[in-house]
T-cell receptor, first 109, second 115 residues
């Protein structure tokens, strides 16, 4: 069955420190992975998708099929990065998405 | 563009009452989705639609019904509300053109409490 696991509910780092938000998935086919972000009092929005191999707001994520992971990384965290982050998976049927339980990132000054 | 809007923003129901949540999008998107978000569980897909007049079940469809009579609207109905349906409900939409996978655009959410 499809499953997305985000093991950390809360991650606190100091400004300027590196940050890594973990995401592991379970899927038998070829998955498409995403990171969505929800800033305070804003809507959930797409941060990045693995197929684009892009860097958004300094964040990157690499799909590791061997470890079934899609961890989100940023070398130097900023206070404005504080938000709720969700990892999501879409399978061969692009109609359905599966979300992880989310990680709250708190960047301290 | 308003994007994805949801009505109402908040609602309190008593057990057994019924209600309909309305989702509207003005982006001419083909796909629409209803999710529920519960503490510690992330977003779970209730129902989705790939086009006007079509609906399909997601992960947690029991106790809900949906309709997509118009392309821009996706309605979520609770026929007999139960306390277990207390949650925050999110609607989303996405296009079906170009290279998949398709980004989802989310509404602001509806906070529903069933007492």
């Amino acid at each position: 069955a499809q499953r997305v696991t985000q093991p950390e509910k809360l991650l606190s780092v100091f400004k300027g420190a590196p940050v890594e938000l973990k995401c592991n998935y379970s899927y038998s086919g070829s998955p498409e992975l995403f990171w969505y972000v929800q800033y305070s009092r804003q809507r959930l929005q797409l941060l990045l998708r693995h197929i684009s191999r892009e860097s958004i707001k300094g964040f990157t994520a690499d799909l590791n099929k061997g470890e079934t992971s899609f961890h989100l990384k940023k070398p130097f965290a900023q206070e404005e990065d504080s938000a709720m982050y969700y990892c999501a998976l879409s399978g061969d049927n692009f109609n359905k998405f599966y979300f992880g339980s989310g990680t709250k990132l708190n960047v301290k000054p | 563009n308003a994007g994805v809007t949801q009505t109402p923003k908040f609602r309190v129901l008593k057990t057994g009452q019924s209600m309909t949540l309305l989702c509207a999008q003005d982006m001419n998107h083909e796909y629409m989705y209803w999710y529920r978000q519960d503490p510690g569980m992330g977003l779970r897909l209730i129902h989705y639609s790939v086009g006007e007049g079509t609906t399909a079940k997601g992960e947690v469809p029991d106790g809900y019904n949906v309709s997509r009579l118009k392309k821009q609207n996706f309605l979520l109905g609770l026929e007999s509300a139960a306390p277990s349906q207390t949650s925050v409900y999110f609607c989303a939409s996405s296009r079906r053109t170009g290279q998949p996978p398709y980004e989802q655009y989310f509404g602001p959410g509806t906070r529903l409490t069933v007492t």
